[in-house]
């Protein structure tokens, strides 16, 4: 493979980025970004300069030249309708990122600043002579929707089921396991379990993703700091109980539900320990949590009929054998079971990058509409 990739992956509180050169990858940074340096801001997407300039002071520090790069690849933000696949960064993306119009979260600002490094890169190659251009991109954005028409379907007109889920390490994982079988993604379908922060749950046909939960906001199984589904009266009685405000009610949904909501933590590692240790009530909630993401999978498998050729666990939390051998032994008699631990999101953003560069991966053109 040929070529030079920058991968830019927004966080909260950092920002990450791998460099790969002819398919290696050469490194892999965290930038942190310091608390009492983000209260700058008045919001999240006014620290696009600051991280533009944090990554590519740290490449110059690596002895990186910017005008070797050839493509930087951004982690896709919340962008609707969209649909699987690799986007080249545009003005009409840019714009609705930056208003936030179908959200505001710092994975908004991956291809803002991917676009500034590009241009940056780009009037380096004219002062250079070299007519290359440079070029930027997301790949998968959380919120793409091939959602077939009946699973959109919700139980009031006004609550429309939506998807937000890992699309990046969700369909990279499918390329991985049809790779492994001689096959291509769109001649397999695999139920994608993705454990991590946020639990989301995909299923994959022929290279679309034609359900799934939104992961961000309420649906779907329980995770190491979401609630997942919840019961609707509790929640109703909850909104107007008077003792908490609109946003103190979402954090419990995501942010303070799940693990933290009941044990104060969203380290599953801890509570793992402590199940193995002997605290019977950290056993019995990640029994809980194991069952959820089962049923879910279940779930998913009657949208086909049950026809699914693999199910596939991975994310931060499928590191953990005790808890991935709990979902398996519950879904197994569906189809064999595939552990792809980790986040993947840099790995997969780089295979994107070289698709593109060799033309194997077909170039979408964001529109809004």
């Known amino acids: 493979?040929?070529?030079?990739?920058?991968?830019?992956?927004?966080?909260?509180?950092?920002?990450?980025?791998?460099?790969?050169?002819?398919g290696n990858k050469m490194f892999e940074q965290n930038l942190s970004h310091p608390a009492d340096e983000l209260v700058k801001y008045s919001s999240v997407m006014e620290q696009d300069i600051m991280r533009r300039d944090a990554i590519t002071d740290f490449l110059e520090k690596r002895g990186i030249a910017l005008e070797s790069i050839d493509i930087v690849m951004a982690r896709g933000g919340l962008v609707t309708p969209i649909r699987t696949g690799v986007?080249?960064?545009?003005?009409?993306?840019?714009?609705?990122?930056l208003a936030g119009r179908d959200g505001v979260h710092a994975c908004n600002l991956s291809a803002l600043i991917a676009d500034d490094v590009a241009v940056e890169v780009n009037a380096l190659r004219d002062a250079a002579g070299i007519s290359?251009?440079?070029?930027?991109?997301?790949?998968?954005?959380?919120?793409?929707?091939?959602?077939?028409?009946?699973?959109?379907?919700?139980?009031?007109p006004e609550f429309p089921?939506?998807?937000?889920?890992?699309?990046?390490?969700?369909?990279?994982?499918v390329r991985r396991y049809a790779r492994s079988i001689g096959r291509t993604n769109k001649d397999v379908?695999?139920?994608v379990a993705h454990m991590g922060g946020g639990t989301s749950v995909s299923l994959h046909r022929r290279g679309l993703v034609i359900d799934t939960n939104?992961?961000?906001?309420?649906?779907?199984?329980?995770?190491p700091e979401r609630a997942g589904s919840v019961p609707g009266f509790p929640l109703v009685d909850m909104c107007f109980s008077g003792e908490y405000t609109k946003e103190e009610i979402k954090?419990?949904?995501?942010?303070?539900?799940?693990?933290?909501?009941?044990?104060?933590?969203?380290?599953?590692?801890?509570?793992?320990?402590?199940?193995?240790?002997?605290?019977?009530?950290?056993d019995v909630f990640l029994k809980g949590y194991c069952l959820s993401i089962a049923k879910y999978i279940a779930a998913l498998s009657a949208v086909v009929c049950g026809k699914v050729d693999a199910i596939i666990l991975t994310g931060g939390v499928a590191y953990s054998e005790s808890l991935v051998?709990?979902?398996?032994?519950?879904?197994?008699?569906?189809?064999?079971?595939?552990?792809?631990?980790?986040?993947?999101?840099?790995?997969s953003l780089a295979e994107n990058g070289y698709g593109i560069l060799s033309g194997e991966f077909e170039i979408k053109h964001y529109t809004g509409n």
């Open 1 to 22: 493979m040929k070529g030079r990739i920058l991968v830019i992956n927004t966080g909260s509180t950092s920002t990450k980025i791998g460099f790969y050169d002819a």
């Open 87 to 97: 986007y080249e960064v545009n003005g009409q993306m840019k714009e609705a990122l």
């Open 132 to 156: 290359e251009r440079c070029r930027a991109f997301i790949a998968d954005p959380p919120m793409a929707d091939e959602m077939v028409p009946e699973a959109k379907i919700g139980g009031l």
């Open 161 to 173: 089921r939506r998807t937000l889920f890992h699309a990046l390490n969700s369909r990279a994982m």
């Open 189 to 191: 379908t695999v139920i």
């Open 214 to 223: 939104d992961a961000l906001g309420g649906d779907g199984p329980i995770s």
């Open 251 to 282: 954090k419990r949904l995501v942010g303070r539900g799940g693990g933290v909501a009941y044990f104060g933590t969203n380290d599953f590692r801890e509570l793992t320990a402590r199940a193995a240790a002997g605290d019977a009530e950290c």
């Open 325 to 347: 051998s709990q979902v398996k032994e519950r879904v197994d008699f569906i189809a064999p079971v595939e552990i792809y631990p980790g986040e993947n999101e840099l790995e």
